[in-house]
């Protein structure tokens, strides 16, 4: 991104946003929102970052604590839809396999810098060999499939490790930065990147610790299909703010959406879509989550549908233990898993699996073989009310088979840190993703079961078996789909019978959208992406949206 010339007004604006009409009828509360008459209609209003509670200025895509707005400058070689893992090219125009240990990719021509640089295959490699330098901003994994890189014109090649077809769709996913302006950065890990410099649609506009403002780029490459002129990020932390402040585009989940969001306005809608499944993750090095019978008594003692009703109000379902999200990857379910992989509550046979290590109940108490009672610490993000919902009905059922479980829920920042550095007991978390592969290979690869104390970017709770790392291998060699779907259903049945996540239900894509001044969004008709406005997805979203006209043009 690059500064631009838009009035300060403009960011002034934004912050007044929008009169909020508390209309008080008993006991009722009605909230009324309406876009800002002095925002343009080019304008819009987005909830997509969070200031704590003041913004920092970051915009290095690959630090985790950047702004969001980072991935809308900066761009990938494919994006993919996380629903279904449809690929759409994007700085890589053409990407082909000439066989299982290479991926070639045809980088973009006409591509520009924000600063008017032609963007070339060398900043693609500087790239890559800037992760690979940094693997701290390897934020994708590629390093860990790539083994060198070649340039043959405008093609890109990537020689792999091994046999690895879908190592194409990570190296994709990994954001391109310009050569002649990061070479002469002394430390790319610590670096903020204030002004930054771009392919994407959007530019840096006005800053400030409360929000920032970004103006279409345009110069950019599909120009033509951007027809939103400005963004105004505002650093909002609350729910009244996001139903009230007149947002064209939120991400959030809002208790009461239909009468809170949804009754706002008339041009309010939202989408919720299955994003992953959300469970307990154990840590596999602590007694005693180490220990199978444990892990499946506490399965099998929990109602999932109570805890996925009060985490989503019945907006979601609950969720299997095979690690896949229904519906959308129901074509490869094994059909010899029952009941969808949905583990029905049997307080029986959790009990029974718990007596197998030496479990009893004592009166109330579930008492190990050391005469204690089990007592389990649950880590969870301050924040994230539909999490504590979800913590607080298990805490519910399994102290009703004696079971001691205390809530631990440090800011967000603290959280990811604990999850990462396996610093917990058991944690709120997930699993799931929209490549199949991927899903496992994130939640079982040994390569990813760092040290207690060493941080790791998936696996987090340190899943190490051998035999699994070879069927892991053995699918990342193939490129016949009937062998896949046969490793598949090996790998779900390791999710489901060693649990080494105990899913509960599924986490949704909170996607909040207002049509008064753009239309195109997502839907579950028309599901081209997912409808979160954080990561990549929005590059796609911003081409799809058109802008409404109005008879009096721009307010």
């Known amino acids: 991104m690059k500064h631009t010339s838009r009035p300060r007004a403009l960011v002034r604006a934004a912050a007044a946003a929008t009169a909020a009409a508390l209309l008080l009828a008993g006991c009722s509360i009605q909230i009324r929102s309406q876009p800002d008459p002095t925002i343009g209609d080019d304008t819009m209003l987005i909830n997509a970052d969070k200031g704590n509670p003041q913004f920092e200025r970051n915009f290095n895509p690959f630090l985790t604590n950047k702004r969001t707005a980072s991935t809308w400058i900066y761009e990938p070689l494919l994006e993919i839809n996380p629903l279904d893992n449809e690929i759409t090219p994007w700085l890589a125009s053409e990407t082909t396999l000439p066989d299982a240990r290479t991926v070639d990719m045809t980088i973009r021509s006409g591509v520009e810098w924000s600063d ?64 002649h302006l990061w070479k002469d950065v002394d430390d790319p890990t610590t670096f903020r990147n204030p002004d930054p410099v771009g392919t994407g649609p959007f530019t840096l506009g006005n800053y400030s610790p409360q929000q920032y ?38 991400y959030s989940f809002i208790s009461d959406v239909e009468g809170t969001w949804g009754a706002a306005s008339p041009d309010n809608h939202f989408w919720f879509p299955p994003g992953g499944v959300i469970g307990l993750v154990p840590n596999l090095t602590k007694a005693p989550f180490d220990d199978v019978n444990v892990r499946r008594g506490i399965a099998l003692a929990l109602d999932r549908g109570p805890i996925a009703e009060s985490a989503t109000e019945g907006y979601l379902e609950p969720a ?37 290590s030496g479990y009893t109940q004592q009166g109330d108490r579930l008492v190990g073989p050391d005469g204690q009672q089990l007592k389990i610490t649950i880590l969870t993000a301050n924040g994230y009310t539909d999490w504590l919902r979800a913590v607080q009905e298990v805490r519910s059922q399994l102290g009703a088979i004696g079971i001691d479980v205390q809530i631990q829920a440090p800011q967000p920042a603290g959280y990811q840190s604990a999850i990462a550095n396996g610093e917990f007991d058991m944690a709120m978390g997930g699993m799931g993703n929209g490549n199949v592969y991927q899903a496992f290979n994130n939640l079982l690869n040994s390569d990813f079961a760092t040290p207690i104390g060493e941080t790791t970017a998936a696996n987090y709770e340190r899943f190490s078996d051998p035999a699994v790392d070879e069927l892991l291998d053995e699918w990342k060699a193939s490129t016949d789909p009937a062998d896949q779907q046969r490793l598949s259903y090996q790998l779900q049945n390791v999710v489901y019978d060693q649990l080494p996540v105990i899913g509960l239900y599924y986490g949704g894509l909170w996607g909040l959208f207002n049509d008064a001044k753009f239309t195109g969004w997502p839907t579950a008709e028309d599901p081209y992406m997912a409808p979160q406005n954080y990561d990549q997805a929005p590059l796609l979203i911003f081409t799809k949206l058109k802008r409404v006209q109005n008879d009096g043009g721009d307010q």
């Open 116 to 179: 008017g640089t032609e963007m070339t295959p060398a900043d693609v490699v500087y790239t890559f060999d800037l992760i690979k330098e940094n693997p701290s901003l390897d934020l994708k994994g590629a390093w860990q499939h790539i083994e060198t890189i070649e340039t043959r014109g405008d093609h890109v090649v990537f020689h792999l490790q091994t046999d690895d077809v879908p190592a194409m769709e990570i190296i994709g996913q990994t954001t391109i930065v310009p050569e």
């Open 213 to 250: 403002s970004m103006d279409k780029n345009e110069s950019y490459w599909q120009a033509d299909k951007i027809e939103i002129g400005h963004l105004i990020l505002p650093a909002t932390n609350n729910q009244l703010d996001t139903v009230t402040r007149g947002y064209d585009w939120s």
């Open 320 to 356: 299997g233990q095979t690690g896949l999200i229904l519906p959308n990857q129901e074509d490869d379910l094994d059909p010899s898993i029952p009941n969808d992989g949905i583990i029905e509550q049997d307080v029986d046979g959790a009990l029974a699996a718990f007596a197998e």
